[in-house]
């Protein structure tokens, strides 16, 4: 007999024939997330669960699987919406899906750079609306982006590859790091120099959050640190919306102490905050990081190698999280 896996969403139909042929698939039958009591119902007997960032895996969950559950194969990198010493304490494994959304999420970072200093959404509303006046040499004057100082919070693996685009476009790079600086105060792969985080949010001119959402990064820029800002900075954020307190970023544009902000995410998804949305100094984005179609199918068919490798060839999971689990 197959393994049981659940999918809590519809996912591209070369993700799910693959599944499909290993697994005995149960699929989420609606276009939309499950609600709780069906996602905790539809886990029940499953080895395996492929949940996305919109399941909450706790042990609440774990437990609905029931003690048969191996393995929970997330469709992300991030994995702040599960609880994985919950899992490690069941001797459930965890895996997510690292490197295959590295490229997009920057290339993506990169866009709401240029989209907010260049101004592209709002003239884009402009033309659209009909209200292109005259040519004027004074209209719509954006931030140049090219040389200028890029600030990352966090230098993993989208932030590295955000420093790699960002030093085509001639920027000085500097970091504060998720943990030390390196010997010597300089990262060997970009070449970004390692700052404390107050230095970071004095010089820069753009700060790029790349750190994972934990208790310790929540509301790591808060009023203090937005205080801190130059006026004419921008600040983009691709990696989870609770790193930012939503509140103190809102007060910070009233007040004049950001230039702007481009943001794929929020703080309640997918409510946003009312003080965002109206801003044209703010370019939001519904939380498509990694929205290509491409990195869709390598997502899915990650998750669904990590699934493979654990209930049909009973290795351990490329990308297991609590390898301590299968020991
Ligand atoms: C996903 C993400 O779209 O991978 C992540 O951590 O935030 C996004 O790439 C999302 O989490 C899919 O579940």
Redesign the pocket.
């Known amino acids: 007999m197959k393994p049981k896996v659940l999918l809590t969403r519809r996912l591209p139909a070369k993700v799910v024939d693959l599944l499909k042929e290993n697994f005995e698939l149960s699929v989420n039958p609606y276009d939309r997330a499950l609600t709780r009591e069906e996602f905790l119902s539809a886990a029940r007997g499953m080895d395996g669960l492929l949940p996305?960032?919109t399941e909450r895996i706790d042990g609440e969950a774990l437990d609905a699987a029931g003690p048969g559950l191996k393995i929970v194969a997330n469709?992300?990198?991030?994995f702040n919406n599960i609880d994985v010493p919950a899992a490690t304490a069941r001797g459930v494994a965890v895996t997510n899906?690292p490197d295959v959304?590295t490229d997009t999420?920057a290339d993506l970072a990169l866009a709401l750079m240029l989209a907010v200093a260049r101004r592209v959404p709002e003239g884009d509303r402009i033309c659209r609306g009909g209200s292109f006046p005259e040519w004027n040499p004074q209209f719509m004057l954006g931030a140049d982006v090219h040389h200028k100082t890029l600030g990352l919070i966090g230098l993993g693996r989208v932030g590295r590859a955000v420093a790699k685009r960002a030093a085509g476009f001639g920027m000085k790079l500097i970091y504060a790091p998720h943990g030390e600086c390196p010997q010597g105060g300089v990262d060997p792969v970009s070449g970004a120099k390692c700052l404390s985080l107050d230095e970071v949010l004095a010089q820069a001119d753009f700060l790029s959050l790349h750190v994972p959402l934990t208790e310790e990064t929540h509301h790591l820029l808060g009023a203090a640190e937005l205080a801190k800002t130059k006026p004419s900075a921008f600040l983009i954020n691709t990696a989870r919306g609770p790193v930012v307190d939503e509140q103190a970023l809102v007060e910070a544009l009233d007040a004049n102490r950001l230039a702007g902000a481009g943001l794929d995410v929020f703080e309640n998804e997918p409510q946003i905050h009312p003080g965002l949305v109206g801003r044209d100094n703010v370019v939001l984005l519904p939380?498509v990081?990694?929205?290509t179609a491409e990195t869709r199918i390598a997502m899915g068919i990650k998750a669904a190698t990590n699934l493979i490798a654990l209930l049909i060839k009973g290795e351990e999971p490329p990308d297991c999280l609590n390898p301590q689990v299968l020991a």
Not at 75 to 78: E, K, R, T
């Open positions: 996305l960032l469709h992300a990198v991030g899906t959304l999420t939380h990081g990694s929205a």
